[in-house]
């Protein structure tokens, strides 16, 4: 009876097979998923810089970016862009609103924080979700956009006014936030800017805080009184840094701008102040 030649598998080396197999292609997903991320950001970055580009000036009167204060300026006065305060409040940009309206009726307004770099349309959607991971020009987009809370007053007339965006790892968006908290030297300047269609708001930072993602940060006050002012303080009394602003009043005006950290469930909150001279 003849043998049959050749050498028999040995199922150690099988498994070793298989084993650098799923090895290749688990490296071959992730790379994929690098790949697509990267390219993601980068045309999320292109999309906005394009828009800053064609919709947004700079007006060279950067001192007015600086933490001095500007006689009557910030004061809301009920009525659109007439008041002398509004006159005197000069951004370091302006805003094309009429034809970045064209673009996407839902802009609310423009955010410019001059220290960290930060320059983006404000979104509002008929719910949170929509802009979450969806561009200005509605495209789909992990960064999504910067987006008001849809049950906010789209007019930052509201106590207390939410601004959410993602914590990009490649600094885009908010991804540069906690910078504040971090490095004393973007707080040298603890202004920033909201620019609408009717006006020119400067707010002063006065809490940088972490809180749960459901954090008393997220109150919405459907009118202003005493209750209002003692939150303003509460928040206050959270911050992790001493920015220097004083006193609240049932007439205060508060932006909150809420971003993502490493535990999924809490966030990062810078809130500022209307600034009324």
């Known amino acids: 009876m003849s ?9 150690g080396n099988v498994l070793l097979t298989i084993g650098i197999l799923a090895c290749l292609a688990v490296m071959a997903y992730a790379g994929y998923r690098l790949i ?11 999309e906005y810089s394009r828009i800053a580009d064609a919709y947004t ?3 060279g009167d950067h001192a007015a970016a600086g933490g001095e204060s500007l006689s009557g300026s910030g004061a809301y006065s009920g009525e659109s862009g007439s008041s002398e305060a509004d006159a005197a409040l000069k951004p370091p940009i302006q805003v094309d609103f009429d034809a970045l309206k064209k673009v996407n009726g839902d802009v609310v ?7 960290l770099d930060i320059s983006y349309p404000v979104m509002q959607g008929e719910d949170d979700d929509y802009y979450l991971h969806r561009t200005t020009e509605r495209t789909y987009n992990f960064s999504g956009s910067i987006f008001m809370e849809a049950k906010n007053s789209g007019d930052f007339t509201d106590p207390n006014t939410i601004i959410y965006g993602h914590n990009m790892k490649n600094g885009s968006m908010f991804g540069t936030l906690s910078h504040l908290l971090t490095k004393e030297k973007y707080r040298e300047d603890s202004t920033f800017w909201i620019l609408t269609p009717e006006k020119n708001l400067r707010y002063r930072m006065f809490s940088l805080h972490e809180t749960d993602a459901v954090g008393s940060a997220y109150t919405l006050f459907e009118g202003t009184g005493q209750a209002f002012a003692d939150w303003a303080d509460q928040m206050k009394s959270q911050s992790a840094v001493d920015l220097g602003v004083q006193n609240f009043s049932e007439g205060s005006r508060i932006v909150t701008l809420s971003t993502c950290t490493a535990d999924s469930a809490s966030r990062f909150v810078v809130q500022a102040v209307l600034d009324q001279g």
């Open 36 to 46: 697509t991320t990267l390219y993601a950001y980068r045309q999320g970055e292109k």
């Open 3 to 11: 043998k049959r030649g050749g050498k028999k598998k040995n199922p």
């Open 109 to 115: 307004g423009w955010l410019y924080i001059p220290s």
């Open 57 to 59: 000036t700079d007006t």
